[in-house]
């Protein structure tokens, strides 16, 4: 599925470099590549798996099956995805947003083609207001992970890692990913299993939102306490998918955990190294790739994928301001 | 000399994709494609020209003509760029910096493994301390723009636009380059002559040292007035070079003048568009790009070159508290 997806995806979504710097390798003590998904369509690596499930309900478009649009539940990174994706398919989107969400994702999310349709995060139910949404205009509900065609589209991560890679002759390596409700990750995992078996996936999540890493200890899949209180909001999910945790249960190495300041400096060594703008949880598997490599076993190189870049100005100044002077 | 450069590149300079979004098209009214060589090694196109020049140097290295190492003048990307360019080749490198250049620059230079021999500014002689170390001790000069290899190294680029541009079907567009001693304009014009004859190159410059629009005027080579007072410092030369000038003025379309402000701006667009870091000066063509789009005849596509992304936190903060809330 990850090999059709990535067939489907060519020519639409950016095969994204893989950067390095002789500064960040010192930092490390080893070799740390960087996948940039910053850099992909929409700032964020979404839209791969909003890309690959949209084509995929439209493959049986020819045969007349052509839905008329399709629907997601999201705030952030997702919408923006499921947004383009749909809009470059010539289907209609609907993205449910809470009221209060900033007015620059709303705007961007409405400049990109979709329609937004806000909901009262108090009083209003959003799964029963999607729902009636999704009977009433014939719309098909894309899932932000727990999908398996949108897991097979951030799964085209893992398979261009494995050949850029293998390209600067590296097969065995930590590759850390930013996690949350597990697609990144799942997807990943599986397409190096098949591709480059000598590649360790270390799911990363933010401090206080661990429940990968406390899933991994006990063998169930564990629910955060809180659903807010992190700048990682890009990471910040209850659980991992009823789809994606089993994935990552069995193919995944263990988990790192870094905290909100570690998000912002990797966000500073980013700017000033790689010149590339990473969000707080975009940001968090280059932060346990620099300051905690020692917990990585032996000496192989670490590849540390940068999700997202979607952070708005105040919040990337904040990084420059307390983490960006090396001087 | 283009081409054979490209070949001693390969595998060695980054081949820098080429970035788009819908927002920027929707500022420029028309299609903007983006080449962020901010993502090129030490954050900069300069790498480019080092490296075509360095490994030139080193063609007959296998008869036994090895030099001893080289020497620059450069308080910015060149210095960098010869740097690494230089330790990758195992040569030795000395970079004369002013005494007064920032520290960050002089540790980064020295950290690429460059020797740092700084001189006083007001009393010392550069040129004549340069040539006293490069006789005592066999290093050859690399010039940052008038040397035919750093050109043909700096051409590389347009020949990646050419090939780049086909593939989204483009073959007619401008192409906007930050200009400075004019070798990157210079090395794209030549290129995309041969390669995209349909593509006309315009040298940006900022606002106070348009030297290469004034002498595409006067038909003559101009100089600027001031050395200093512009944020652009990557791009601040007295005139274009001796070997450039008569390049751009065969092969290039009318120039293109930038304030500071719409450099600062671009900058904001770079960071919440494409998640690139650019410099003011690396900024300008896309400022040009977004901001002057109906100075350029035609629909055609634009296509920016970001030339480089070394600015300092502070800066660039600046650009992002200034420009940079969209909401």
Not at 56 to 69: F, I, K, Q, R
Not at 158 to 178: F, K, N, R, T
Not at 276 to 294: M, S
Request: hydrophobic share 45%.
């Amino acid at each position: 599925m990850i090999r059709a997806a990535a067939g489907r995806l060519a020519g639409k979504a950016r095969r994204t470099p893989l950067l390095r710097s002789p500064f960040l390798d010192a930092i490390a003590g080893r070799p740390v590549l960087v996948k940039p998904e910053c850099l992909q369509h929409t700032g964020s690596f979404k839209f791969r798996g909003a890309w690959s499930a949209i084509s995929a309900l439209c493959d049986p478009c020819e045969n007349g099956a052509h839905p008329t649009g399709v629907i997601a539940y999201s705030s952030g990174n997702h919408a923006q995805g499921v947004a383009l994706a749909a809009r470059e398919h010539a289907l209609a989107a609907v993205i449910v947003m809470p009221s209060d969400a900033p007015r620059l994702k709303i705007e961007n999310t409405r400049a990109l083609g979709a329609e937004v349709v806000l909901y009262d995060r108090g009083g209003e139910d959003r799964d029963a207001l999607g729902a009636q949404l999704a009977r009433e205009r014939g719309l098909v509900l894309i899932k932000p992970f727990d999908n398996p065609q949108v897991i097979a589209g951030q799964g085209t991560v893992g398979l261009e890692i494995a050949a850029q890679a293998a390209d600067e002759g590296i097969s065995a390596a930590h590759v850390l990913v930013p996690c949350g409700g597990g697609g990144l990750s799942s997807g990943i995992a599986l397409a190096l299993a098949a591709e480059a078996p000598a590649m360790q996936v270390h799911p990363v999540e933010p401090a206080g939102f661990d429940d990968v890493v406390r899933s991994q200890l006990s063998g169930r899949r564990e629910t955060n306490p809180a659903s807010t209180g992190s700048i990682c909001d890009a990471v910040i999910t209850p659980r991992a998918g009823a789809l994606t945790w089993p994935i990552i249960a069995q193919l995944c190495a263990p988990g790192l955990v870094v905290s909100d300041d570690d998000a912002l400096r990797a966000m500073a060594q980013g700017f000033a190294r790689l010149k590339i703008v990473a969000e707080p949880g975009g940001a968090i598997a280059l932060a346990a790739a620099l300051f905690q490599a020692r917990a990585l076993p032996g000496d192989a190189p670490l590849i540390a994928v940068v999700s997202g870049g979607n952070v708005d100005a105040a919040m990337f100044a904040t990084a420059l301001t307390r983490f960006g002077d090396f001087a």
